[in-house]
């Protein structure tokens, strides 16, 4: 294996193995995953040492080597960023993961073997489950207000496409209640790579000719819009921060749904009108969240439905924890990923909730497989079905 990327090589020296990581990152709640080698500042030690040898080895003349079980504990991780939150030295973890598994990939030490499937779906159909690209706009109702010059584009995502397209219909709904001037891509839209971003499968993401930024942004800028607007909190978080990375600053901005509807309720555009007669719970999706600050969006819309109860979860905002669906970690750890969602959903029902509700359609999809794990009676909701239900 040749040498670490730089700026890894560089955090894995300036790591103080203070441990402030460890008891923050979300993988360490699954029981037989509390072992200093699965957590971040045991990562990072055996990064270290891998790019300097100790003493010992070098008298030894033997080079430490990126074993399968060291593979498997970096692609253990959700991509959740708490602990970069919590870091002391200002390391960039999410960034430095991501290079990792990519330096992993690249040498034919990685991905996890279900990770390698996404690559081939993603190829072959542009979404990483599997489904026919070409029912990719089979969810966009027939009732829904496309215009031909739209300010505003909906970037759908794959989740919303093809698993959760309720979340997706309902985002028409609020958008057409609000006579906004929108467009949607449909088979235009490829996956936004964000999977293949997360487990270091970067290669089909940024190819100059056939790449998933060099189709999506060719396709978004011949729309002619000036605001593209997401309702899944990967494709922003991957659209946002991944995509200027690999090709520049879009000449559009990106928002995310929170972020436009709580602009249009206070512009009066949207009136909340239908009640909410729950005691509700917000769950803060990762990417949108710690990633980028927006708490107070989502707060103010859910505070703005009528004959509502809101109760803030012990853990909210920056402290948040993930519901464990990030990072690719559900698709290879599906079992632990869930029971990490019962954890978030335990704490949702220790404070009286009755409904847990969050921006994200992969968010929802984990917290719902919560539900179950925890046993307990517990509604799992998404905010733009809300808005819609309320608004129509």
């Given amino acids: 294996m040749p040498r ?41 030690y055996c990064l270290k040492h891998y790019a300097h ?57 990685g991905p996890m073997d279900r990770h390698r499937a996404l690559r081939t779906r993603v190829i072959a159909k542009h979404n990483p489950y599997d489904e026919p690209h070409e029912d990719r706009e089979a969810w966009i109702p027939k009732t829904a207000k496309r215009s031909k010059n739209p300010d505003i584009l909906y970037f759908t995502g794959c989740t919303g496409s093809y698993r959760q397209q309720k979340i997706a219909q309902d985002t028409t709904r609020v958008l057409d209640a609000a006579g906004v001037e929108y467009d949607i891509l449909g088979k235009d839209e490829w996956c936004c790579g964000s999977p293949l971003i997360r487990t270091g499968q970067t290669d089909i993401v940024t190819d100059e000719k056939d790449g998933l930024v060099k189709h999506n942004l060719r396709e978004i800028e011949k729309r002619g819009v000036g605001t593209v607007v997401t309702a899944c909190a990967g494709c922003y978080m991957t659209l946002s921060h991944s995509y200027p990375l690999y090709a520049g600053k879009p000449d559009f901005k990106i928002i995310h749904l929170t972020q436009f509807v709580d602009r249009l309720i206070a512009e009066k555009k949207l009136v909340l009108k239908k009640p909410l007669p729950k005691k509700i719970a917000y769950h803060d999706p990762c990417h949108i969240g710690r990633h980028f600050g927006i708490f107070e969006e989502p707060r103010r819309i859910l505070r703005a439905f009528p004959d509502s109860t809101y109760l803030e979860l012990p853990h909210n905002r920056y402290d948040s924890q993930c519901c464990g669906a990030g990072g690719g970690y559900k698709i290879q750890f599906n079992d632990r990923a869930e029971f990490i969602a019962s954890l978030r959903v335990k704490e949702a029902s220790e404070i009286g909730a009755e409904m847990l509700v969050s ?21 799992v909701a998404e905010l733009a079905s809300l808005v819609a239900d309320s608004v129509s």
């Avoid at 020296?13 to 923050?24: I, K, P, R, S, T």
């Avoid at 990126?66 to 593979?71: G, I, R």
């Avoid at 921006?359 to 509604?379: I, Y």
Wanted: aromatic content about 10%.
């Fill in 4 to 44: 670490l990327p730089a700026e890894v090589e560089k955090d894995a020296h300036a790591c103080l193995q203070c441990g402030y990581c460890n008891f923050v990152c979300p993988i360490q709640l699954n029981p037989d995953r509390g072992f200093e080698s699965w957590r971040v500042r045991g990562k990072m």
């Fill in 53 to 109: 040898p100790g003493a010992f080895d070098r008298l030894l003349r033997r080079r430490p080597t990126m074993t399968p079980d060291f593979v498997e504990r970096v692609y253990n991780c959700t991509a959740c960023g708490y602990c970069q939150h919590v870091c002391h030295a200002g390391i960039k973890f999410n960034d430095r993961w991501e290079q990792v598994k990519e330096w992993f990939v690249k040498n034919g030490v």
């Fill in 359 to 379: 921006a994200c359609p992969f968010c929802v999809t984990n917290l719902t497989a919560g539900v179950k794990v925890s046993g307990l009676k517990m509604d």
